[in-house]
C-alpha cells in the first residue's frame, strides 16, 4: 500500500500551502532519515498535503550510507536538510532538530518517524488539541498500523475508574490522556523542551521516550491522545522489523538504564530483569527457536543465536556504563 492509496491526495487543493510559516503557531516537523529514504519520500509526500500551513519540515540524516539527499532536495525543495557525518541515534539527531526549534522561536517541535503517514488533517488536529489543552504536555496522534489500518497501535481509552473531568475530556475533544510517551510522532511545546530539556543520548535508541515522559511527569506534565488526529506507522522500519538483535540489544541495556533512573535500588533493578527475562522468553519462543519451559529458555538465552547474544551483550554494555551506540567490533564478537 502507497501513500496515495492510504490518504486522499489534497495537493491540488487551493489555500493549502507548502511548509510556509505564518503569524500563528509555528510547528518544526523533524525527520530522521537514516537509510530509508523511500520510507521518508512517503513522509514528506503526506506532509506536503496537511491542511495546517505554518509548518516547516526538516530532515536529519543520521550519517546514512546511500548518498540519497538530493532527491529530497529534487522532489521537495521546501524541506530543510541536515546531513551528520555519523549516526547520533533517535536521541541525539531528534536533539539536533529541537536546538534548532528553541533557537528559530518555533512554537512547538514534532518529532516524527521517517516510516509513518499522516492523514490531511493530522498536524492541524494536534495543535487544535494542544489549544483545547491549554497547557504544557506530550501529545500523541492515533497511530494506526500501515499494513493493516483498521488495527491500532495507539488509541487509548479513558478508564470507567477515571476523574469526570477526563471523561469530559475524551467526549468533547477525544483527547485521553496516557501513562506512556511513543516517539513515532510525538508533539511537544517549546515550553516543555524548555522544562524538560533534551533527550537523553545514551539510550541512543528505545525507551529515550519514555525516560522523556518520566522526566515530564516528575513536572506535573502529562500525556494526551488526540485521537482526532491519525496516522500510519510502518512499525520498525528502520530496524528492518519487530524482532532484531539490534532491537534486542538497545531493550535490553536500556531497560537496566531506565530502572537506574527512575525507580533505583535492588527492587527497580528486579522489577526491570523480570520484564527484560519475559520479554526476552516471548521473542525466543516467536523466533522460531524450539524452547520448552525455563530450562530451554536458559539454554537459548546462553547459545549463540543473535538475539540470545544482543541480550547478552546489552546487560554486560550496561554493567560496564558503555551507552549510545551499539558498538560494531563487540557486536561482532560478543558471546
Same mark, same amino acid.
Given at each position: 500500500?502507497?501513500?496515495?492509496?492510504?490518504?486522499?491526495?489534497?495537493?491540488?487543493?487551493?489555500?493549502?500551502?507548502?511548509?510556509?510559516?505564518?503569524?500563528?503557531?509555528?510547528?518544526?516537523?523533524?525527520?530522521?532519515?537514516?537509510?530509508?529514504?523511500?520510507?521518508?519520500?512517503?513522509?514528506?509526500?503526506?506532509?506536503?498535503?496537511?491542511?495546517?500551513?505554518?509548518?516547516?519540515?526538516?530532515?536529519?540524516?543520521?550519517?546514512?550510507?546511500?548518498?540519497?539527499?538530493?532527491?529530497?532536495?529534487?522532489?521537495?525543495?521546501?524541506?530543510?536538510?541536515?546531513?551528520?557525518?555519523?549516526?547520533?541515534?533517535?536521541?541525539?539527531?531528534?536533539?539536533?532538530?529541537?536546538?534548532?526549534?528553541?533557537?528559530?522561536?518555533?512554537?512547538?517541535?514534532?518529532?516524527?518517524?521517517?516510516?509513518?503517514?499522516?492523514?490531511?488533517?493530522?498536524?492541524?488536529?494536534?495543535?487544535?488539541?494542544?489549544?483545547?489543552?491549554?497547557?504544557?504536555?506530550?501529545?500523541?496522534?492515533?497511530?494506526?498500523?500501515?499494513?493493516?489500518?483498521?488495527?491500532?497501535?495507539?488509541?487509548?481509552?479513558?478508564?470507567?475508574?477515571?476523574?469526570?473531568?477526563?471523561?469530559?475530556?475524551?467526549?468533547?475533544?477525544?483527547?485521553?490522556?496516557?501513562?506512556?510517551?511513543?516517539?513515532?510522532?510525538?508533539?511537544?511545546?517549546?515550553?516543555?523542551?524548555?522544562?524538560?530539556?533534551?533527550?537523553?543520548?545514551? &539510550?541512543?535508541?528505545? /525507551?529515550?521516550?519514555? !525516560?522523556?515522559?518520566? %522526566? *515530564?511527569?516528575?513536572?506535573?506534565?502529562?500525556? =494526551?491522545?488526540?485521537?482526532?488526529?491519525?496516522?500510519?506507522?510502518?512499525?520498525?522500519?528502520?530496524?528492518?522489523?519487530?524482532?532484531?538483535?539490534?532491537?534486542?540489544?538497545?531493550?535490553?541495556?536500556?531497560?537496566?538504564?531506565?530502572?537506574?533512573?527512575?525507580?533505583?535500588?535492588?527492587?527497580?533493578?528486579?522489577?526491570?530483569?523480570?520484564?527484560?527475562?519475559?520479554?526476552?522468553?516471548?521473542?525466543?519462543?516467536?523466533?522460531?527457536?524450539?524452547?520448552?519451559?525455563?530450562?530451554? &529458555?536458559?539454554?537459548? /538465552?546462553?547459545?549463540? !543465536?543473535?538475539?540470545? %547474544? *544482543?541480550?547478552?551483550?546489552?546487560?554486560?554494555? =550496561?554493567?560496564?556504563?558503555?551507552?549510545?551506540?551499539?558498538?560494531?567490533?563487540?557486536?561482532?564478537?560478543?558471546?
Amino acid at each position: 500500500m502507497s501513500s496515495v492509496e492510504a490518504f486522499p491526495d489534497l495537493s491540488n487543493v487551493q489555500g493549502v500551502a507548502l511548509f510556509a510559516p505564518g503569524d500563528a503557531v509555528r510547528v518544526l516537523v523533524v525527520i530522521l532519515n537514516f537509510n530509508g529514504i523511500e520510507d521518508t519520500l512517503d513522509c514528506l509526500a503526506s506532509l506536503r498535503r496537511q491542511t495546517y500551513h505554518h509548518i516547516v519540515v526538516l530532515v536529519i540524516d543520521n550519517g546514512s550510507a546511500a548518498d540519497d539527499l538530493g532527491r529530497i532536495s529534487i522532489d521537495f525543495p521546501d524541506v530543510e536538510v541536515i546531513a551528520l557525518p555519523e549516526n547520533l541515534g533517535w536521541a541525539g539527531g531528534n536533539n539536533i532538530g529541537i536546538r534548532q526549534a528553541l533557537e528559530r522561536g518555533f512554537g512547538y517541535v514534532c518529532l516524527l518517524n521517517n516510516d509513518t503517514v499522516l492523514d490531511p488533517t493530522a498536524i492541524e488536529a494536534l495543535v487544535d488539541a494542544a489549544t483545547v489543552l491549554g497547557r504544557p504536555c506530550l501529545l500523541h496522534p492515533a497511530i494506526a498500523f500501515f499494513d493493516d489500518p483498521a488495527r491500532w497501535q495507539v488509541r487509548p481509552q479513558t478508564p470507567a475508574t477515571a476523574p469526570e473531568a477526563a471523561c469530559s475530556l475524551e467526549l468533547e475533544a477525544d483527547i485521553v490522556e496516557m501513562e506512556y510517551a511513543y516517539g513515532a510522532c510525538l508533539l511537544l511545546p517549546a515550553s516543555v523542551l524548555k522544562s524538560v530539556g533534551l533527550f537523553d543520548e545514551r &539510550f541512543f535508541l528505545q /525507551l529515550e521516550e519514555t !525516560d522523556y515522559f518520566w %522526566r *515530564a511527569k516528575a513536572l506535573n506534565i502529562d500525556s =494526551f491522545c488526540a485521537r482526532g488526529a491519525r496516522i500510519l506507522h510502518k512499525e520498525s522500519a528502520s530496524f528492518g522489523g519487530t524482532i532484531t538483535s539490534g532491537k534486542t540489544y538497545y531493550q535490553v541495556r536500556n531497560s537496566f538504564l531506565l530502572a537506574e533512573k527512575h525507580t533505583p535500588g535492588l527492587i527497580g533493578f528486579l522489577r526491570a530483569g523480570r520484564a527484560i527475562i519475559w520479554t526476552l522468553y516471548n521473542q525466543a519462543r516467536n523466533s522460531g527457536a524450539k524452547v520448552q519451559g525455563w530450562p530451554g &529458555f536458559l539454554r537459548w /538465552l546462553l547459545s549463540p !543465536d543473535p538475539i540470545a %547474544r *544482543a541480550a547478552r551483550q546489552g546487560a554486560r554494555d =550496561f554493567a560496564r556504563r558503555r551507552f549510545g551506540r551499539r558498538g560494531v567490533e563487540v557486536a561482532k564478537n560478543a558471546s
